[in-house]
């Protein structure tokens, strides 16, 4: 049984995930100040070999440069920016970018060698293999993104942005459950299913708030309606419903209203939980971990209200993209923790509070 559990578990492997997903991490702070500093579009070409070397000397800058010129952005929004101005953005762009091809090579590499080497457990093969494909697709996704604010637009659309965000947080919780299966090995007990469903539920709530989140970044939703609670005094905002079902990801107002919405709904759902959690006595790492989920949304919650009634700052929206992947972080690690926790750890009956 100590054979098949050796063979079944590798700390070298969870610490390889744990890392991959820390760059993940660094990838998604580092694309909100791409987002933020309109950094996005300043490379035009998708080069995922060749583009790893920036430009080098005065006339590579230039061409760059050039080539920024003839897209929209520039024409209409920053038109008259110098070559300083440009390189700035250049920068975060091309770091952007750099992080993505890191991650490739960080994450492959020891993947085919802990392979090769047959220290990678069997049963993480499959799973391994899907976040590598996803990490490839996401590449495509990133210039399928970039693409569409290239000729038409003068950024990129809210629905691509919010899908390229959303898949890097899939990743991010991809990596860090692989990672925590490597790092313990393979366990057959299960907690009560309605506790499986509840940590499971909060963190499906958690993502489309995290998506949400995407579509009132990718449609700069944060500008407008900077009170709180109400939006220009009224509950709901005015809509242009002459988009359709585009409206629900292009309308800024409604954009920024379903984002509150979910993030209500997320509050109400983590409070409860974390109430429940107390009260039958959830223990074993679960019951600290929903815990810490319900006082990260509740700080996000706040950091939440704060950017937008500051109308978006970078800082604070940096730090608010940051903290949604912590958050989605936490809800993956508790969600975990449930499960691998034994039927034993529930007490039979509610602790008495004395109510």
Known sequence: MNRFLEQDRSRAVGLWLFISAAL?????????????????????????????????????????????????????????????????????????????????????????????????????????????????????????????????????????????????????AGLIWTGLEAWSGSDHTRAP???????????????????????????????????????????????????????????QGLVQFNHRIGAYVLLLAVSAYALHAWRWRLAEGSGGSAYVLAGLVWAQAILGILTLIHAVPLWLGVTHQALAALVLGAATINLWLVRRSRPRIFSSGPRHTGL
């Open 24 to 172: 993940v991490f660094a990838m998604v702070v580092v694309g909100g100040v791409t987002r933020l500093t309109g950094s996005g579009l300043s490379i035009t070409e998708w080069q995922p070999i060749m583009g790893a070397i920036p430009p080098l000397s005065a006339a590579e800058w230039a061409e760059a440069f050039d080539k920024y010129k003839a897209i929209p952005q520039y024409q209409l929004v920053n038109a008259g920016m110098s070559l300083g101005e440009f390189q700035s953005i250049f920068w975060w762009e091309w770091i952007h970018r750099l992080l993505g091809r890191l991650i490739g090579v960080v994450f492959a590499v020891p993947f085919f060698i802990f392979l090769a080497l047959k220290k990678l457990p069997r049963r993480l093969v499959g799973r391994c293999l899907v976040l590598l494909a996803l990490g490839g697709l996401q590449g495509f996704i990133g210039w399928w993104m970039v693409s569409s604010g290239l000729s038409e637009r003068v950024d990129v659309a809210p629905e691509r942005l919010a899908t390229h965000l959303g898949l890097a947080f899939l990743i991010f």
């Open 193 to 251: 299913r309605g506790w499986s469903w509840g940590a499971a539920i909060l963190l499906l709530l958690v993502f489309v708030q995290c998506l949400l989140g995407g579509l009132v970044a990718g449609a700069k939703a944060g500008y407008i309606y900077t009170d709180w609670p109400l939006m220009n005094g009224a509950f709901f905002p005015p809509v242009e419903w002459a988009a359709g079902g585009l409206s629900f990801l292009h309308d």
